[in-house]
């Protein structure tokens, strides 16, 4: 791989290529990519990626209707500097609220240096129990249903694949043995995708945050990635991420119509 820095316009085409698919999710691609999520993330339906002749009321019109065929009541729609035609002016017309900001923030991998407390240890999630703790974090924090034991298994399935390839792993922070903080990443195309931080409120401000950070980093660069890509919440982890040398490039916003 080139050590050629990635530029914002490939920082930004990078963050807009980016969606999950949670496992038993549907999606459909048309004038947009439509993900339907599972009910354990309290379904409905999220959109991005418009890429679309029609204009913006017949997107958004094919969108509602995609979303209540499929039994649901709530879309979401992720903004993107790529999206044509742009629909963010229809759903405002709509009603839709405008219920998160993210940031687009990437650094270089050169050079990591996060301060880590010492009273935080990190780890790479490899077994059950480790799972069984992030979902421990994940749950309350996401406001989501807990994994069965089944589900627990899949989810097991699912990270020690993606570690296996060198593609992307979980990490879990504790403080005194507790898991208090987890986090995932995901190596595609030169970068480092940095998703699904989370750390219990009550913890907040330890550090543990920055442990988890610090270890998808370090992860992703041994992996061969050049940049970490990360979007940020304005009101959480933007702060720390600016604190740790990520650079702003740009800002998602999010909207939410009941249907």
């Known amino acids: 791989m080139s050590g050629r820095a990635h530029s914002t316009e490939e920082i930004l085409r990078a963050a807009a290529a980016w969606v999950w698919f949670p496992r038993d999710s549907e999606h459909i691609r048309e004038e947009l990519l439509l993900v339907r999520d599972p009910a354990r993330f309290g379904g409905g339906v999220r959109g991005s990626q418009v890429d679309s002749a029609l204009d913006p009321v017949e997107v958004v019109d094919r969108s509602l209707a995609r979303t209540k065929a499929w039994g649901e009541t709530r879309f979401t729609f992720w903004t993107s500097a790529a999206d044509s035609p742009d629909i963010e002016e229809e759903m405002l017309r709509r009603g839709a609220e405008h219920v998160d900001t993210v940031a687009v923030f990437a650094r270089s991998l050169d ?149």
């Open 111 to 259: 050079d990591i240096e996060i301060d880590v407390p010492s009273d935080v240890s990190v780890e790479v999630v490899r077994t059950l129990d480790q799972v069984r703790d992030l979902d421990g974090v994940n749950v309350p924090v996401w406001k989501q249903q807990p994994l069965d034991d089944d589900g627990l298994r899949e989810e097991l399935a699912e990270v020690t694949t993606a570690l296996a390839a060198q593609t992307g792993c979980r990490v879990l922070a504790r403080i005194d043995g507790r898991s208090v903080s987890t986090g995932g990443c995901t190596v595609e195309g030169g970068f480092v995708r940095l998703w699904g931080a989370s750390t219990l409120e009550a913890e907040r401000g330890r550090g543990a945050y920055r442990a988890v950070l610090a270890e998808r980093l370090r992860q992703g660069r041994a992996w061969g990635a050049k940049t970490a890509l990360v979007k940020g919440r304005i009101s959480t982890s933007a702060p720390i991420l600016a604190r740790a040398g990520f650079a702003h490039c740009g800002d998602e916003r999010v909207y939410r119509l009941a249907v």
